[in-house]
């Protein structure tokens, strides 16, 4: 009997000690290479957002500019004024914008860098000629909030505005859209359909 005791107690020292030794040898990572990761933690999960993403997923109004002090700046300002209103930017690539009494404003296309620094806009006549390109830095890009950086004076970085837009559930003008977050496309014939967009408005 002791001997057997004895047996079984060396056998599981010597499993134990093989075990730490693997243990030791082999990385912890590899060891857990095969447990799975939550998906809301994975870096590619679905619920992932791009920045194209982000600013597609909602339509924006413009509800505030700041200069490079943090002071605010009316809406109304000559020096803001014109990069005021709503904007709609849909996942195929193309944006309209509107003055905030709806009248047409800018059409084209846009794009993202995807590190979400940059956004890039032309606006379009409605032959479909580009009249004009223009890129800004992007401060902020969330679900709720879009901002970025103008500067008035070309190679001068120390005078700026910072445009915010919030996200709204304002329906695009002339669209047959409805209910907020609807930016696909749909009755976007319609919305070109009337006014002038590309009137010397920026955004």
């Known amino acids: 009997m002791n001997i057997t005791t004895r047996i079984s ?44 993403d982000l600013l597609a997923s909602t339509p924006w109004k413009t509800t505030a500019a700041f200069d490079q002090d943090g002071d605010r700046i009316a809406l109304d300002d000559p020096a803001v004024s014109s990069f005021v209103g709503w904007a709609y930017f849909d996942a195929d690539g193309t944006y309209t914008m509107y003055n905030l009494d709806d009248s047409p404003k800018l059409r084209g296309d846009w794009t993202v ?24 830095p992007i401060t902020e890009l969330t679900k709720n909030v879009f901002t970025y950086r103008v500067f008035p004076t070309a190679g001068d970085t120390s005078t700026y505005y910072d445009i915010v837009h919030t996200k709204t559930n304002h329906v695009e003008p002339g669209t047959d859209a409805k209910g907020p977050g609807v930016n696909s496309g749909q009755g976007k014939a319609l919305g070109h359909g009337g006014g002038h967009f590309n009137n010397g408005n920026a955004h």
Do not use: C, Y
Not at 26 to 46: G, L, Q, Y
Not at 116 to 136: C, H, M, P, T, Y
């Open 113 to 136: 860098t995807p590190d979400g620094s940059e956004r890039w806009i032309n606006a379009k006549n409605a032959a479909g000629d580009v009249l004009f390109q223009r890129v800004v």
């Open 9 to 52: 107690r060396r056998s599981v020292l010597s499993a134990s000690a093989i075990a730490l030794a693997v243990a030791a040898v082999v990385p912890s990572s590899a060891m857990a290479a095969d447990t799975p990761v939550a998906a809301s933690a994975h870096p590619f999960s679905k619920t992932t957002m791009t920045p194209s």
